[in-house]
Nanobody, 116 residues
Framework: QVQVVESGGGVAQPGGSLRLSCAAS????????MGWYRQAPGKQRELVAS???????NYADSVKGRFSISRDNAKNTVYLQMNSLKPEDTAVYYC??????????WGQGTQVTVSS
């Protein structure tokens, strides 16, 4: 099974920035798509952004223009640069890595809190 580890969460002020990292242990066949999801208390987990090995990206409408996803294929690592943070961005952020199909593997999550 693919091992996924997130890092970079923390506390930021509104309008501030954070950069999340996700390292996966799988091959190109198990890390074709890597993505970030988030889950706020009492709410369903939702897709934030995803990226394929060929750098095709997808963003939730709520983060377009503020967040940027990128990856280093040689390191099987994906990054999420979060700018202009809002209090509603507060959530546990999870990384997922999968192949062309399938559910993939999840990381343990990293807390992001946006507050004054």
């Amino acid at each position: 099974q693919v091992q996924v580890v997130e890092s970079g969460g923390g506390v930021a002020q509104p309008g501030g920035s954070l950069r999340l990292s996700c390292a996966a242990s799988g091959s190109i066949f198990s890390t074709y798509v890597m993505g970030w999801y988030r889950q706020a208390p009492g709410k369903q987990r939702e897709l934030v952004a995803s990226i394929t090995r060929g750098d095709i990206v997808n963003y939730a409408d709520s983060v377009k223009g503020r967040f940027s996803i990128s990856r280093d294929n040689a390191k099987n690592t994906v990054y999420l640069q979060m700018n202009s943070l809002k209090p509603e961005d507060t959530a546990v952020y999870y990384c997922n890595a999968r192949g062309l199909t399938g559910l993939g593997s999840w990381g343990q999550g990293t807390q992001v809190t946006v507050s004054s």
